[in-house]
């Protein structure tokens, strides 16, 4: 499975790519293929304000509901809205195409405890067992 | 542990994802539930249905004693014909939904839900008070369900028995790649297609034949995701989700399997009291206008209070829109009739629909 380099990783599977202050949020390829086909997205609108470790969202597989949590605090400046006709692009893309959100992070501490992609491959790995 | 089909290895081996059940280890997908989905709306489709039970009543009186613990009425159908109904409790509540297989009048099979394996075979034992004798078989059986509409040309490769003439419903004794099986019109899914009864030992073996000769039709082995998807297209009720114990068939919108005309049943007298005093709440389909995907458990509100419940819910992968099936007030049952799903405590805006949701051209 692939978990690229550039990018950090919550323990509830999402990936931040961090540029400056500015925060990209997806789900990782092992939390798109956990899910399964991904029908449905819901995100939040840009000037909203989501906090690290809070739902900002939800992604629906034909399966189960599942909470997406923010990996920093601050304010949205983008959202792919894209996502709403055609969810399954998470699937398919899920560190590209299928971004959800940017943010502006308040606080960039925040980051200080993702995971690296090394450390997140190993948390996989032992969630799996 | 999970209790394993005997095809348990087949699809470790296939690279399905396995999830427990009704007690069961079962494949949930293989490549898709979506895939999947399609697949069985567009070409076949095969399905490991080994976890559904089997109870075979027996004797001279067999069928009028299972007809007497039963909601429709086996006298109405001929030998190598089913029929689907429920078992009531005298309250009316259903015990189970399942399809009676009419060998003879002398031998029916009674094929129940997993979950319901133990719970079916003493009710009926139970209730047939030794004028039948009742087997509990379902160890004795395998199942294969082959959905879609090119599954009449897969088993036509595989087996010299007539099925072409084999109507809905109907069903025979014969082979299929060489395995004996009970051959059978039936299925879950809203497609033509054939539901194939034979010895777990046998079941490998029918399985991979299947899916070797089915591949030339684009066949894809199909998990418990895609069933359900596909039985909620065609609003075919759950067991367990759409209704149990606590609702009766009435509720269900079931009344077309309820024959209340019929000599005594079990739970007649109290279905026909509830007809009588009007029912309390109904089953409904509805369709989603808003976004967002209802689920099992979510309220239906009516200005603004809880006023029944979401039982089935999806976004169908043929229509593409979010569809399932509700407990309403009968004031909320009419087809047009708006309500209000909680989804996470949004108040999604739904419309009540016709039932099934997609029918097949």
Redesign the interface.
Known sequence: MNFPEDLKYTREHEWARVKGKRVVVGITEFAQDQL??I??V?LPSVGDEVKKGEAFG?V????A?SDLFAPVSGKVVEVNDPL?DAP?TINEDPYEEGWMIAVEASDLKDLDDLLGAKDYAKFVEEEQE | MALRTPLYDVHVRSGARMVEFAGWDMPVQYAGILEEHQAVRTRVGLFDVSHMGEVVFRGPRALETLNRAFSNDLTRIADGQAQYGCLCRESGGVVDDVVIYRRSAQDLLVCVNAANRQKDFEWLRDGARGQAEVANESDDWAQLALQGPRARIVMAQLSRTDLASLKPFRFLNGEVAGVACTIARTGYTGEDGFELFCPPGQAQKLWEALMETGASEEIAPCGLGARDSLRLEVAYRLYGSDMDDSTTPLEAGLAWVVKLEKDDFVGKAALLAQKQKGLPRKLVGFALTDPGIARHGYDVLGAGTKVGSVTSGTRSPTLKISIGLAYVPPALAAEGTTFAVDIRGRAAAAKVVKTPFYTRT
Do not use: F, Q, R
């Not at chain 1, 629906?60 to 399966?63: A, D, G, M, P, V």
């Open positions: 399964g086909d029908v449905y819901e939800v629906e597989s034909t399966k509901v709403s399954e």
